[in-house]
């Protein structure tokens, strides 16, 4: 019996289970793991506002925020990665609905610190804010 395996093939190929998915993760130069955050895409669907919302703490103008979410109409969950200034940020946050014409009497900011979701599968608040 013959095995032709050409250069593009991984030994992973021949003794991965087909259903078993890669780990999510990296390591970069220096030997630090990096997880890569896959957001599930929501089947509800909020108004065009709070797409903009989102679109906008998502982009790169706003280096705190990495991964910002609608959870209800009146929730949004920021995820950062870096435990600073959070409270200010859930004020931020509330300036931002305003400026986008969206009323923002009673939405609740929540600011959620990522690393430990990734590591740990724990949710941990760093700063919750209710928009007056």
């Avoid at 993760?25 to 506002?49: A, L, V």
Wanted: aromatic share 10%; net charge positive.
């Amino acid at each position: 019996m013959a095995v032709l395996i050409c250069p593009q093939v991984s030994a992973k190929t021949f003794f991965m289970d087909k259903d078993e998915e890669p780990p999510s993760g990296y390591y970069n130069n220096e030997g630090q793991r990096s997880e890569i955050i896959k957001s599930k895409k929501s089947k509800q669907s909020f108004s065009k506002k709070h797409k903009k919302v989102a679109d906008y703490l998502n982009s790169d103008q706003e280096p705190l925020a990495s991964d910002v979410k609608w959870t209800s109409k009146k929730a949004l969950q920021i995820g950062v990665i870096q435990r600073y200034r959070t409270e200010d940020y859930a004020k931020y946050a509330c300036k931002v609905i305003d400026a986008f014409n969206l009323e923002s009497k009673g939405v609740k900011v929540r600011v959620i610190f990522l690393p430990h979701l990734v590591a740990y599968n724990r949710l941990e608040l760093l700063a919750e804010h209710k928009c007056n």
